[in-house]
């Protein structure tokens, strides 16, 4: 509704996403972009993903052939080429600087994991951080709810974002964020982009990036405008070569951590317990790979189970 006023005040500018703009010109009685002028189509390779190739290709479809478009993207791909060639005639390219890297401000480390064990290592590091604004990333949408589940199981302020939930949800969800009513924030690689979070603590890589440069935007959400911030990557046997290619992207070694064994150890049994709660409470709601979730569902999981017990913390080494 907010945003349905807003446009009746027939705003300059609108900046959306493709399926949300999509929405308002079919739903939206008089709006129209019939007069558009300027196109600015910002991560250009992101928009051309499945989630928003179908939107954007409709948005072409409709809006004036003469108008001036600027178009964005950190990497030139087929796809980006492919587009270019569509929607731009006679463009000026201009290209920057390649290199990537990390602020100073920025302290990163990580850990080599067995890949059963990487649960544990999380919760390791949770408990060594108590409080900490925290934004653990992973590969999935489903991951992320299984993840938050757990933590929640075993005590933390813990809750998801995903493509998945709608938008109102995820708007809901990344306000709480923000409002420290939560103190993690488990997503996938769409929140290490675009999102305008503040006061950021610490990122965790529960899952390593497949694309070097995913790293460099996902650590960028810490230690932002001068701040000091934390980064720490959890490594298993499958991920080491993608780590390797990361170091090699930002020209440097990351220093390498450990964690006493005995304590992993002793983590394992409550982490097991309560990921097996988690599994079984999606398996309730319909199924691990279940596409959409009611409204009703996603405000249950908000509230973080009662009665469970918060895994032993343990004292926090030294050397952070």
């Known amino acids: 509704m907010q945003q349905v006023l807003s446009i009746a005040k027939r705003p300059h500018i609108v900046v959306g996403t493709p399926g949300r703009l999509l929405d308002h010109l079919k739903d939206t009685k008089g709006f129209s972009l019939t007069k558009l002028k300027y196109l600015v189509l910002d991560e250009a390779n992101k928009l051309l993903n499945l989630e928003f190739k179908e939107s954007l290709d409709e948005i072409l479809n409709v809006i004036p052939k003469e108008r001036i478009t600027y178009l964005f993207s950190a990497t030139m791909t087929k796809k980006v080429s492919k ?19 990390t602020v100073d401000t920025l302290k990163e480390e990580w850990y080599f994991v067995p890949a ?16 900490s604004m925290t934004m653990i990333f992973v590969w999935t949408c489903e991951s992320t709810r299984l993840l938050a589940l757990t933590l929640r199981n075993l005590g933390f302020k813990a809750l998801s ?18 409002a420290k009513e939560f103190n993690i924030l488990i997503c996938t690689d769409v929140a290490s982009r675009g999102l305008d979070i503040q006061g950021v603590d610490v990122v965790m890589n529960y899952d390593i990036p497949m694309n070097s440069k995913d790293y460099v935007h996902r650590v960028g959400r810490t230690a932002r405008a001068g701040q000091s911030g934390y980064a720490v990557s959890f490594v298993n046997q499958y991920e080491s070569l993608w780590f390797k290619m990361i170091e090699a992207l930002l020209g440097k070694e990351i220093p ?19 990921k097996r709660i988690a599994l079984m409470k999606l398996k309730e709601d319909g199924g691990h790979k279940r596409r959409r979730k009611t409204e009703d569902e996603y405000e249950e999981e908000e509230e973080a189970p009662r009665g469970r017990r918060k895994p032993r913390s343990f004292k926090k080494s030294k050397g952070r």
Not at 83 to 101: D, G, M
């Open 116 to 131: 059963d064990y990487k649960d544990c290592y999380l919760v390791h590091v949770l408990n060594e951080l108590p409080g």
């Open 83 to 101: 587009l270019q060639r569509a929607c731009l005639r006679n463009p000026v390219k201009v290209l920057v600087s390649s290199k990537y890297s």
């Open 256 to 274: 390498v951590r450990t964690a006493d064994a005995d304590e992993i150890l002793i983590l394992r049994e409550h982490i097991s317990d309560s």
């Open 161 to 178: 974002i995903s493509g998945q939930m709608s938008q109102d949800k995820r708007l809901g969800a990344l306000n709480k964020f923000k």
